[in-house]
């Protein structure tokens, strides 16, 4: 999988996160793959927030009454919010 | 001189090896140790041949507290196995040396208390987890789950005086928590105390009509309390086990199915058995143990925790939520860990759009994204502490 030429948006969390990992251990000192390993981060975060609200709604909807994951889920709606809708 | 064990074993005109010598009994033994405050642990991994799995020994101050069997990922299993055993090994000592670091940086919050406590109980390691325990109930007097917890290591040592002493006045503290009036009558069960064990049960299930555990236990009291007759006749069910049953059947449509065959005290008492090994099944509090510790670590330890460590325990929780755990408790650890994986995501990216605008590349783009780097983090950081665990 070559960093520069992959649709980033089409990689599982896993696969982002084995690519910047793999690539952070090439002794490269070429920008460019810097930057695209940059946008891969970014996009890994977005996943994660991904993840995380689906754990929490799977929460509720095995307990609707779970307080625990509903305040969660209020947090990380009102953080994705407060940020820049296009960013990460 | 044969000795007379090898002659014995001549007498049926064959040769019997009396050890397994001769067999190839390959060793894949790793072993560690750590020193903390005056006690020493020493961690052993081993593949077992019998037992065909990976296993992990705990010793403390030289004496075996535990064995168990290494909860391996999908990904580990396909390793050669020396690796296999490597890696619990290392997992493991990672997680111990952890822990016993964190008891000086937990400070008094006693969430942090508790949950570092449940992972020692979770490791037999009784000490440490009695003192966390007390330390969360001496700070938190309605702290039900600590009581509940160190009553358990109560129990564990042998010592239910202890535990009932404990229980009691959390119960006088608490007197509108079902659990530690569950948790009571258990302790009381365990004495053979059946009129103060029904008491705090029907106050449980008072509290809370739908506490099935709490109706499992009423149900064992009823059937220990019966007499047998002497002739050996079968003792019909009695009517308080099958009313306490027809009340679980209402949350248990197999149950509800089999209710009408159980004619005997023999039918009951089975029944009992397979609901209370479901109920057992059920249990999470290894994996809970195993899920504290992270967050704790997180929050308190971060940087001690590296990011391949999260996503291997990541990986193995969403494996254990996949094979028949799914339980809204360990979904909403699962969410908040994604949440604190986040984190080390926006650190690679710092990095790396640090190095393009040290090299002039792409600039603008370059410092848009610092920019909403220092926002993301900012923000990751404030939501992990207010996350609810």
């Known amino acids: ?88 | 001189m044969a000795s007379s064990l090898q002659e014995d074993l001549n007498f049926f005109g064959q040769s019997i090896p009396t050890t397994e010598e001769g067999l190839p009994r390959e060793s894949f033994s790793q072993k560690a140790s750590l020193s903390w405050e005056g006690d020493s642990y020493q961690l052993e991994s081993d593949y077992d041949l019998d037992e065909k799995q990976v296993y992990t020994c705990l010793y403390r101050n030289g004496a075996l507290v535990l064995y168990q069997p290494a909860d391996l990922t999908l990904e580990q299993t396909h390793r050669p196995l020396a690796e296999q055993v490597l890696s619990v090994l290392q997992q493991e000592l990672d997680q111990l040396n952890a822990a016993l670091r964190l008891r000086s940086r937990i400070g008094k919050n006693p969430q942090f208390l508790n949950g570092l406590g449940l992972y020692f109980y979770s490791k037999n390691l009784w000490e440490e987890a009695h003192d966390l325990f007390r330390k969360a109930i001496e700070r938190k007097s309605d702290f039900s789950e600590a009581y509940r917890n160190l009553s358990n290591v109560f129990l564990k040592l042998g010592l239910p005086e202890k535990s009932l002493q404990l229980l009691e006045m959390a119960v006088h503290l608490n007197p509108s928590f079902a659990d530690l009036h569950n948790a009571l009558a258990w302790v009381y069960l365990e004495c053979g105390q059946h009129a103060d064990a029904r008491t705090h049960l029907e106050t449980a299930i008072g509290l809370n009509s739908r506490y099935y555990e709490a109706y499992l236990n009423l149900c064992l009291s009823y059937l220990q309390s019966c007499q047998h007759p002497d002739d050996g006749q079968h003792l019909p069910a009695p009517e308080e086990t099958l009313e306490i049953l027809r009340k679980l059947a209402s949350q248990d449509d197999e149950l509800k199915e089999r209710l009408p065959k159980l004619t005997s005290w023999e039918d009951i008492s089975r029944q009992y058995l397979i609901l209370k090994d479901q109920q057992a099944r059920r249990d999470t509090t290894t994996i809970r143990a195993s899920c504290e510790l992270i967050y704790i670590r997180y929050l308190k330890d971060r940087e001690n925790l590296g990011g391949q460590s999260l996503k291997s325990f990541i990986s193995w929780l969403s494996e254990k939520i996949a094979k028949g755990n799914n339980y809204a408790d360990l979904r909403n650890y699962l969410g908040s860990f994604c949440l604190f994986w986040a984190s080390y995501f926006v650190e690679n990216a710092k990095h790396s759009f640090r190095k393009c605008v040290k090299a002039g590349y792409n600039l603008e783009q370059g410092r848009k994204r610092e920019k909403q780097i220092r926002r993301l983090e900012k923000s990751i950081k404030e939501i992990s502490t207010r996350l609810l665990i």
């Open chain 1, 1 to 88: 999988m070559d960093i520069n030429t992959v649709d980033l948006g089409s990689l599982s969390l896993e696969e982002l996160s084995s690519l910047i990992i793999r690539t952070g251990k090439e002794p490269s000192v070429d920008p460019a793959l810097e930057f695209q390993r940059g946008k891969a981060a970014f996009m890994a975060v977005r996943k994660c927030w991904e993840e995380a609200r689906s754990n929490y709604r799977s929460a509720l909807s095995l307990n609707p009454s779970f307080q625990k994951s509903l305040k969660n889920l209020e947090l990380l709606d009102s953080m994705v919010l407060k940020l820049d809708p296009n960013s990460p």
